[in-house]
């Protein structure tokens, strides 16, 4: 039986009796699961009980305690700034918006049942992404793991280190960083495409190989394929004079079954597949059309789109697009005269 534990922000009786009479028709019509709901009324208790219990998702009315906006705000902002789990907020305010900036849904009392609020909250929850990132989860166990076997034991090393200056704790986090992505890739299904971007939301400020970049002028999508040493930064500038980019070209449509083959396989030396997700729409690198840029006019010219490509398909586009241009081949000789002169000979 799987259980369910979810937080309940309500300070109105009769809306918490609604919920908790919702929870009990979910119990009895499904024995495989057992939802519990903890009831607070405002909005310090709703603080408390997140740092004494784990919970599975919260519901928040958005007006409680005092009866401002702000009070619901601030369990939204607590959990935002320290937990990991579903939220979804509750308000009799058409067009309601939280002070934080967040993907949270947003329900209107009289309209969304609480079973179906519950319902989604499961849902989010049995994707496995809170067992992987919650304050009790897959990192968080691995992260202990690899304190104790992997860090603890060359303390003193890190503590000397430290003593001379260095920066310590921004080389751990690269080297724990290193230990946790050895650890957790060891056994998994095959890749899936959505994981083959990831957000930079937060980390625009800065290029990296992979980025993915719209050229202003025609719309057209680009990859930077400047190496990392190139990108590193000086002075809070990258360190190259000159960037380089290849054209991700739209995939073409109405391929037969073996064209498909050849492209998404990449059989193809100088083309590279990209599938589509919900963070890019796709297409085919092109290593054949590279451009370069002087990093002065780079985005006088080209738009980032807020995503890259992760790093561990980063390293095979550059591999074969280095491997496309090591080629080397033979100059050809006329080997039909020269099979001829052997021929003869023998």
């Given at each position: 039986?799987?259980?369910?534990?979810?937080?309940?922000v309500e300070d109105t009786d009769e809306?918490?009796?609604?919920?908790?009479?919702?929870?009990?028709?979910?119990?009895?019509?499904?024995?495989d699961i057992s939802i519990t709901v903890d009831v607070t009324k405002t909005v310090d208790e709703a603080i408390e009980k997140l740092k004494l219990n784990n919970y599975h998702g919260a519901i928040i009315d958005i007006k409680i305690d005092d009866g401002t906006d702000k009070s619901g705000n601030d369990?939204?902002?607590?959990?935002?700034?320290?937990?990991?789990?579903?939220v979804a907020v509750m308000t009799a305010t058409p067009g309601f918006k939280a002070d934080e900036e967040t993907c949270i849904p947003v329900y209107i009392k009289g309209e969304t049942k609480y079973k179906e609020i519950i319902n989604e909250l499961i849902e989010i929850d049995n994707t496995g992404l809170f067992d992987v990132l919650g304050g009790k989860g897959i990192i968080e166990k691995k992260m202990v793991s690899v304190f104790w076997n992997n860090i603890y034991p060359q303390l003193d090393i890190w503590r000397k280190y430290n003593t001379e200056g260095v920066d310590t704790e921004s080389i751990l986090l690269r080297y724990i960083l290193a230990h946790l992505l050895e650890g957790l890739s060891e056994d998994g299904p095959a890749y899936c495409t959505e994981e083959t971007y990831i957000s930079l939301k937060g980390m625009e400020k800065r290029l990296h190989?992979?980025?993915?970049?719209?050229?202003k002028d025609d719309c057209e999508s680009f990859i930077?394929?400047?190496?990392?040493?190139?990108?590193?930064?000086?002075d809070g500038k990258p360190k190259t004079e000159t960037l380089m980019l290849c054209a991700i070209e739209v995939m073409p449509t109405g391929l037969g079954k073996g064209k498909l083959t050849e492209i998404i396989k990449n059989k193809n030396e100088f083309y590279h597949w990209l599938?589509?997700?919900?963070?890019?729409?796709?297409?085919?690198?092109?290593f054949r059309?590279?451009?370069t840029i002087s990093t002065e006019k780079f985005f006088d010219v080209y738009e980032g789109q807020g995503i890259k490509v992760q790093d561990?398909?980063?390293?095979?586009?550059?591999?074969?697009?280095s491997a496309y241009y090591a080629r080397q081949g033979q100059p050809d000789f006329l080997f039909d005269k020269e099979i001829e002169k052997r021929k003869s000979s023998n």
């Open positions: 039986m799987k259980c369910y534990n979810i937080l309940l809306d918490a009796k609604n919920c908790t009479d919702s929870v009990e028709i979910m119990n009895d019509e499904n024995s369990v939204i902002k607590d959990i935002i700034s320290t937990y990991r789990l579903p190989t992979g980025d993915i970049f719209l050229r930077l394929l400047s190496p990392p040493c190139d990108l590193a930064l000086h599938p589509d997700n919900s963070l890019f729409t796709g297409g085919i690198i092109n059309r590279v451009v561990t398909f980063v390293k095979n586009i550059m591999n074969r697009f």
